[in-house]
């Protein structure tokens, strides 16, 4: 069977000699791994497009369940994104979250854009690295089943005067009824923050970075998304790690101002 698909990469894997393994998302076969065969010899045709991060069109061949590249070429590279290693961390961020939360061959209708149009603004928009991945770490968890309940809050159906949020039971409350919210560690938001995270989680895609807070909200926005994805995935990320030892520096220096 041929199939051809647009496909981004989330993972690269160097196999044999000359081959690759890719994990890939596509709009209508999902999330699946593929081999490139002789992908990594010099002048391969299939060699761009079997990069990270890169999106192209693929024609792809399965046999006895699995699948081969046999032709690429590529639609959009982030250029840009590649020449800047925080830049670069980052999307590889995004893209582990999206290889963790879609199932193998599930659809992705939607966290697909998502991360193509988060790329997009590091690569071409100037928005703050911290606010492009805060963005992206709620409405994935959203995208992908885990939206926080936002609305009022949980136990009393009231808009709280001091929000927090519920890590585990993903859900707002007052700090008056914290002890009756659920197990697990709640975090403080504030006003601008939870207007934030409500934008975030209900605006059309295009207009998920049109909000603005100031640094001391934006640092605790991060925090939270964070703090939120970690706790609904139960796990790490070594590209986060990765991403937060290049940030440590630039942390230390503005503290010190």
């Known amino acids: 069977m041929h199939v051809t698909t647009k496909a981004i990469v989330l993972r690269e894997t160097n196999y044999k000699e000359s081959d690759k393994i890719l994990t890939v998302l596509t709009p209508d076969l999902g999330r699946i791994t593929v081999q490139a065969r002789g992908c990594r010899k010099k002048g391969n045709g299939l060699s761009a497009a079997c990069q990270l991060l890169v999106w192209s069109e693929m024609t792809l ?36 979250i999206l290889e963790s939360v879609v199932r193998e061959e599930s659809p992705a209708d939607e966290l697909l854009p998502l991360l193509l149009n988060c790329l997009y603004a590091l690569d071409q928009l100037d928005k703050p690295l911290g606010q492009v991945k805060a963005a992206f770490e709620l409405r994935a968890m959203s995208l992908a089943g885990f939206e926080p309940l936002l609305d009022g809050c949980a136990v009393c159906d009231r808009e709280p005067d001091v929000p927090r949020l519920n890590l585990t039971q993903g859900v707002l409350h007052c700090a008056e009824c914290s002890g009756e919210a659920g197990d697990g560690i709640s975090m ?6 939870l207007s934030a995270m409500r934008h975030i989680l209900s605006c059309p895609g295009k207009k998920l970075l049109s909000f603005r807070l100031d640094e001391g909200s934006m640092t605790q926005l991060g925090d939270v998304c964070e703090a939120y994805l970690l706790t609904q995935t139960e796990r790490g990320y070594r590209t986060l790690d990765y991403y937060k030892e290049l940030q440590a520096p ?8």
């Open 61 to 96: 061949s399965e046999f006895r369940g699995r699948w081969t590249v046999t032709e690429a070429a590529v639609e959009l590279e982030f250029r840009s994104l590649r020449s800047d290693l925080d830049k670069l961390a980052l999307g590889s961020y995004f893209a582990e």
């Open 188 to 193: 403080p938001l504030s006003r601008e923050v």
């Open 250 to 257: 630039m942390t230390a220096f503005q503290n010190r101002k």
